[in-house]
């Protein structure tokens, strides 16, 4: 699991938090999560999950219906936007299309009352630090999408808040200019080591940036964790499903072993074996869980604790790998991918296979209903 913040370290502190719109459906509910200094933490989750409701009560564009927000063992439940200083970036950049961009980058000094001198010099710096030095004197129409977003950013931490705030800031980037992006403000946050709150709905996004990620499902944190943590050990069927691509098997326990690995009866009549992580006795049923890079084709007995029988419906060729989709256990969309090592001969169309993975690789999460 993700490491607890103590309460010292804590940027950001939501306790027993929650939100309704029309005083009886909750679209944050009871949320308990706290942020540490410098920690880039990414809300992510599908459309009207809560994710962005949360963002906007920490910015104080909305209020809690219920419980307590701090900001360095400050509440801040009572205290406008302007005096929270925090910085703020959204898609659309919000800058002020009248000004200059050395203007646009000046107005949150001026507002706080920074004198002539150091706001010209702060502003200096901050562009040359997102590499815009010579775009001071243009107006945010003449610039790129990709160079306004910056400008965005730089606005947002001109002022040296501690704390920034993010709503899907490259959701109307192109996808390269993107993951551009991505990299950069991963690269600011560590040079300034400023606390960041980042919110998307983009999975890869947030597992290139991220220290943590909260999982956001109907109002409810599904899972607090590192990237690497969430992508390899989902707690639930909700995050196995929502972050990577993952195969699903569903079945029924007939044992749980003392280490926790559970016997799985499949709904082919298959036998398997996997990780007991949410189903908890026998005759639970559960939805098996296995990352299509887990699993291999005709393994070994020594690189496999379980082997079934599959045929290859489709292949298809991206480069470094190859994507197969299988027919599996009564499945037709089975993946597995394929390092492209040159000589795959053992993968065709049409082909029957064997298919295996480790039990611990293959997870027995709580029984989900899905759709294909």
Known sequence: ???????????????????????????????????????????????????????????????ATHGEIYVKDQPINNVPPHKRGIGMVFQNYALFPHMTINENL??????????????????????????????????????????????AVARALVFEPDLVLMDEPLGALDKQLREQMQ???KHIHERLGVTIVYVTHDQSEALTMSNRIAVFNDGI????STPDELYERPQNSFVAQFIGENNKLKGTVAEIGKDKVATVKLESGDVVKALAVNANSKGDRTLLSIRP???????????????????????????????????????????????????????EEGREVKIGWRAEDCRALDYLEFQH
Request: no cysteine; net charge neutral; glycine share 10%.
């Open 221 to 224: 944190v599904q899972q607090l």
């Open 293 to 347: 890079e887990r699993v291999e084709i005709n393994p070994t007995a020594k690189s496999a604790d379980v082997i079934l029988d599959g045929r290859i419906a489709e292949l298809i060729y991206l480069g470094d790998h190859i994507r197969a989709r299988l027919e599996v256990a009564g499945h037709n969309d089975f993946i597995v991918k394929v390092p492209n090592k040159g000589g795959t001969s053992e993968v």
């Open 106 to 151: 000046a107005f949150p000094l001026q507002v706080r009352g920074v004198g002539k001198a150091e706001t010209e010099d702060r502003v200096a710096k901050i562009l040359k630090m997102v590499e815009l030095p010579q775009m001071g004197n243009r107006r945010p129409g003449q610039l790129s999408g990709g160079q306004q977003q910056r400008i």
């Open 183 to 185: 990299y950069e403000i």
């Open 1 to 63: 699991m993700a490491k607890e913040v103590s309460s010292s370290d804590a940027m950001v502190r939501f306790v027993n938090v929650q939100k309704s719109y029309d005083g009886e459906t909750l679209v944050v509910k009871n949320l308990n999560l706290d942020i540490a200094k410098g920690e880039f933490l990414t809300m992510l989750g599908p459309s009207g999950s809560g994710k962005t409701t949360t963002l906007m009560m920490l910015a104080g564009f909305e209020p």
